[in-house]
């Protein structure tokens, strides 16, 4: 499986597109920045590639975090999946920092769980 980062393609108006979905979505995770205390995130969209969070602590571009999602899938419910990715961007947002995280290499095994995640997530939403 290509776990690799989602490229981005550009189109006849030369704005980037991503090439793997991005689902929407709200709920808050976990998440845990390299060297600091795990802190409560508002998970905003997520997809194949990587995720966007709302935090109340800034992070730096390139940093390493740990994200932290418990798992909807019936077999699994309640279950914890850890994701290591990197932060690609940070901005402020008022009294919080908008975050875009891109998941680094993952075994095939964690990749299939987050697949299965995302078409729940999906399903739901259609």
């Not at 845990?32 to 709302?54: C, H, K, M, N, W």
């Not at 999946?81 to 920092?97: D, F, H, P, T």
């Amino acid at each position: 499986m290509d776990t690799s980062s989602p490229k981005k393609v550009h189109n006849a108006k030369n704005s980037v597109q991503r090439k793997h979905l991005r689902l929407s979505t709200m709920g808050v995770v976990t998440l845990t920045v390299q060297g600091e205390q795990p802190q409560d995130a508002y998970l905003a969209s997520i997809g194949r590639g990587g995720f966007g969070v709302y935090l109340h602590r800034p992070v730096k571009a390139r940093q390493l975090v740990v994200m932290t999602l418990t798992l909807i899938e019936e077999e699994q419910a309640g279950q914890e999946l850890k994701l290591a990715a990197r932060v690609r961007w940070a901005r402020s947002a008022g009294q919080l920092y908008m975050v875009g995280l891109q998941f680094e290499p993952m075994s095939d095994q964690r990749y299939g769980q987050l697949l299965r995640h995302l078409k729940l997530i999906e399903s739901k939403q259609m």
